[in-house]
């Protein structure tokens, strides 16, 4: 009889408090600081190493030379991890995670994408990268 009543105090008080559940997609979703997301590309401050290519333990990024001192940055979001290694090994913090995690596509092909700083994701097409078919 005690835990009917500790129970019905329970649902008395969750009617007068805010809901755990989040409404998303209806509701921007609250991510945490320390969320993993998409990568993000500074192609201006990327000094073509490629430090991030090699330790990356999923093969997930590529780095093109695409001009004179010029880089772009080919991520497969199908095989990241988002384990933020590439960022770690990165001398120039040429890379970062972001908190950005609505990466669904209909599509496989749409998860190779160039990945810049001032794309957004709308503007992302997929790519060919001979380098990186796996
Ligand atoms: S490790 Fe950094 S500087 Fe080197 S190629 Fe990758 S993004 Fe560019
Ligand atoms: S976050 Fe991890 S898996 Fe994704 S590209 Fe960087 S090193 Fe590779």
Redesign the pocket.
Known sequence: MKKVGLILSEAFNMLFSKPVTEQYPFEKAHIEKSFRGKLV?FPE?????????KDCPANAIC?NKIGEKK?E?ILSMDHCVYCAQ?VD????K??EISPNFELAAIDRKYLKVSIDEKKVLIDEKPVQNDKQEN
């Open positions: 590309f401050k990327c000094i073509g190493c490629k430090l991030c290519m780095i880089f940055a590439c090994s990165c001398p120039k040429a890379l």
